[in-house]
Structures are given as structure tokens and as C-alpha cells.
């Protein structure tokens, strides 16, 4: 199993601080965003690490290197322009070899980890799974509407929210 962690976004929501640093290596407890993804994909059991950049690659390659410091290996995969996560992952179908893999987005950091989460896709081998989350403010997020324990769409902020299950970008494939 590999992982894609996601860092092309340009982080204009956070200006004027991403004026000077991608957004994926903003400290957060004097530690880049970013290397909270790497080590819960590390933790995870999972060695091989795409990075899809963007206008940032050159600062985040500098900050990560070939991944030495978490004994992993790091592939640097550039997108061309921020157009989605699924063309995130067209760009990295070199690296990903139809193999299972995590994608996980580079700003986020899951408190608990996802070691169990990946434990149990490796497991239970589902087409896919998604990580979500109850929040108080749906309209704000990606929202997913299930019947029973399944996916049946997913809605970025809608207007009406049929349920309270943000996406909170960590995706198995």
C-alpha cells in the first residue's frame, strides 16, 4: 500500500501568511502541518510516499528531502495546476501502479492517526473508504450523505445539508 499526500493548494484562504510559506508547512506546535500526514501515513505501516505539489514544490521538497528523517521514500509528483483531487491522482498513476493507497490531504491533521482505519481497508479490502467527521457547520464543508453504512454522494457546502458527516480528507483506495 503507498500514500498520496496531497500539497499543491495555494492556501489563499490563509493570506497574508501564505504570502511567504506554502500552507502545508505552516507550524502548528513548532511542527509543519505536512509532517503530521507524513508520520500518521508512517504510523500507518506505509513506506512509499508520493507528494503532489504545486507552485510550492521546491519549499516543501526542501522541508521534506527524499524522507530519510521518517524512513520512508518520498516520490515528488508535480501538478500542473491546482484542478482537484482526482486529477491529483491522474498525475500519479505512474507512482500509485494500481496499487491500493491512501490519499491524504497535506493541511490536515487526524488526531488519533489512521493506523487502524488503514488496518481495517487492508482488512476488510472495500472499494474505497473515507474518513468523516460530525461537525456543527456542514454548509462550511464537503458533506456525505449515507444510506445505512454506505456513501451514496457527496456534496461540496451544500445549501441544504442532508447530514452533519464532513469529508475530512482522507480517502482509501
Do not use: C
Amino acid at each position: 500500500m503507498k500514500a498520496l499526500i496531497l500539497s499543491g493548494g495555494a492556501g489563499t484562504r490563509l493570506r497574508p501568511i501564505t504570502h511567504t510559506a506554502a500552507k502545508q508547512l505552516i507550524p502548528v506546535a513548532n511542527k509543519p502541518i505536512l509532517f503530521y500526514g507524513i508520520e500518521a501515513v508512517k504510523e500507518a505501516g506505509i513506506n512509499e510516499v508520493g507528494i503532489v505539489t504545486g507552485d510550492t514544490h521546491d519549499e516543501i521538497k526542501e522541508a521534506v528531502g527524499e524522507g530519510e528523517k521518517w524512513k520512508i521514500k518520498v516520490t515528488y509528483i508535480r501538478q500542473p495546476s491546482p484542478l482537484g483531487l482526482a486529477h491529483a491522482v491522474k498525475v500519479s498513476r505512474d507512482f500509485l501502479q494500481n496499487e491500493p493507497f491512501v490519499m491524504y490531504l497535506g493541511d490536515n491533521i487526524v488526531k488519533q492517526g489512521i493506523k487502524s482505519l488503514v488496518k481495517e481497508f487492508r482488512e476488510k479490502k472495500p472499494n474505497s473508504q473515507i474518513l468523516l467527521a460530525h461537525v456543527d457547520n456542514p454548509r462550511q464543508f464537503g458533506v456525505a450523505e449515507l444510506k445505512g453504512n454506505k456513501v451514496v454522494r457527496l456534496v461540496e457546502k451544500p445549501k441544504e445539508p442532508k447530514s452533519d458527516l464532513a469529508l475530512v480528507g482522507v480517502y482509501m483506495f
